[in-house]
């Protein structure tokens, strides 16, 4: 079925953050740093406040009541960081904000920022992994072993050693971040452009000094996430701040230019590997060091361990490797921190494992499908505890390794590749296999230390009077189709129209707290919250079905919009009958087991990590005079356990899958060696384009996860993971013959093309 909320946001009739207008509302504007790092001498305000129409202009110092950001860790290896919400006497990378001004229109307070003079004394910046090595800035450290891992090395017939690199990138929501925020005298309200509401609230109350109950945060329509806006950032406090100082409205818009600039990041990494195999291809063990260049400091609630961690936690992949051991390092350089985006880690994992495979299927020489054939987990085999301690709950990775491959054609697929190699063309095939762990829990969290992630999701299902019902979630939607996912479940539970179930605006003050939508938890915290939820207000309207009808409710069936007895259908009441009875009861009044209302509210920790996967076949060509790829074929035929809504599953691997072609072959933050950002516009900043892509095919597999209620998975960050190892293999492979080797991504068209020669 066709999402429910498309119509109102094609019509253009999406509320917005920069939709939010309220009377007496003030814009703010922010003062950046142009250096990586330096030192703030002294701001100069005086020029600023006398343009007309400005209301303030406010430095640290006038903040000083207001609490840092400050991410925890427990644990080894963590060394802590602060982040105030306007950087106080020194700056740690370009675009960190020293001043706020903040004046009636956005206009007028961006002509004011340019009238404040900072001066500043610059300082050397530290802009590569290397560098915050040798000056020991470490800001995190985990190592983990499995296993005899030397022992299994020594005794290999084949041993590869690698260095992986991935550049940073961004993750460029087509609605950049946002905050209004109005203080009453008792209550912040806060309007937020994010996916964690919740999160958010408690950040801004401990910052601020106030009561949780003091504070609350209102979800409009989110264009897009992507794990930028699970963050909270000191501009949000500092806007809230504001609002409070000064007693009216405060809105901040993000500026495309402050969203490459400031923003958190991602990725940037690299990755030290070495795999051994036996003479056959089997893979025995892996040794890897992951460094990411995490920036100036740890993002909240996330921290600098995210990136490495999840690199290394996945790298063993739906593979049977025995034994591992690595060590995951975060650095300090001067640049915006990095943070959460689709895929997060997981994205460089699958590309170093799979070049892996690729590279020991070239030193044995045998095809690239039949070394995964020789290594990947079988059905039968799940749960599966993989090399690096974490246990996958399902699977089927060789079938849908067969169906990826028949889908594709693959053989007639290498047969017109060495067709076009005679004619001198650059033809290349390229599979991956992934798996990604989806729909954490608190426990997850509090094994990897994360004290400021619940983990928890819940979810409120309200039958009004009328019969009509609301929902109210504490994980908002930034594109997802929750309106459309959500209301088919509590449709179906319910047994009432479509139309008739309503999904509310996440809201703090109205709905149930949680954590908020990220890490692909969204359809495993429906099934736990909602669906859960309405199975209870089921009930509850057989229950009163009953009393109505004189029956014993196990004995009644609730359906279109109506209870009746089993094998009576002419013996019934309407939904609408039973939900006035409930808000209104008859004389008497109701059996005291029964009691008025018809609401529910459930809080669900999901048991998981539950395992999500898929196999890519893509297929490209490079041009031998600009070195630049063309995807020809894509296909992905992906396993998320049952699908709620298909139409909605293929849009996230669509748009995921064009994300990552973005990452392997496009986007790319680039920083000259003073740490100065080189892609600061998207003229530079290369996103992927329609004709980018080719159209792509998908096949779908369903094996149910143990541990989750209906058996879902989750899978929104599937195709950003999958696609940039499926397009490096696929490049490799066209470039063979002319001797280049993939290990860096992106993969630049200059890279590609064959020596020039001077004669």
Known sequence: MRRLEDPRLLRGRGRYLDDVALPRMLAVAFVRSPHAHAGVVAIDTVAARALPGVAAVVTAADLDGVAPLAPRLLGEGFTPTVSPPLAMGEVRFVGEAVAAVVADTAYLAADARDLVDVAWAPRPAITTVDAALAAGGVLFRRTYRRGDVDGVFAGAAVVLRERFTHGRCAAVPLEPRGVVADWDGETLTVWASTQTPSILRGALAAALGLAATRVRVVVPDVGGGFGLKVHVFPEDVAVAALARRLGRPVKWVEERRENLTAASHAREQRMDVELAADAEGNVRGLRARVVSDNGAHHVYPLTAALEPLGTASILPGPYRAEVYAYEAVAVQTHKPPLGAYRGVGMTMGAFVMERLLDQLAERLGVDPVEIRRRNLIPREAYPFDSASGMTYDSGDFPQALEQALSLAGYAALREEQAAARAQGRLVGIGVACYTEYTGMGSDVFRRRGMEDVPGVEAATVTVDPDGSVRCATSFPTQGQGHATTIAQVVADRLGVALERVRVVPTDTAVGPLGSGTFGSRGAVSIGGSVGVAADRIRARLAALAGFRLEAAPADVVVEAGRAHVRGFPDRAVAVEELARLAYSPPR???????????????????????????????????????????????????DCGPIVNPTIVEGQIHGAVAQGLGEALLESLVYDAGGQLLTATLMDYALPRADDLCALEIGHLETPSPLMPGGVKGMGEGGTIGAPAALANAVADAVRPLGVHITALPIRPESLRPPVSLE
């Open 588 to 638: 008497g009044g109701l059996p005291a087991e029964l009691g008025p209302g018809l609401s529910a509210t459930v809080y669900f920790d999901p048991p998981g990590p539950t395992f999500s996967g898929a196999v890519h076949v893509a297929v490209v060509e490079i041009d031998r005079d600009t070195g630049r790829p063309r995807v020809g074929r894509y296909v992905v035929v992906e």
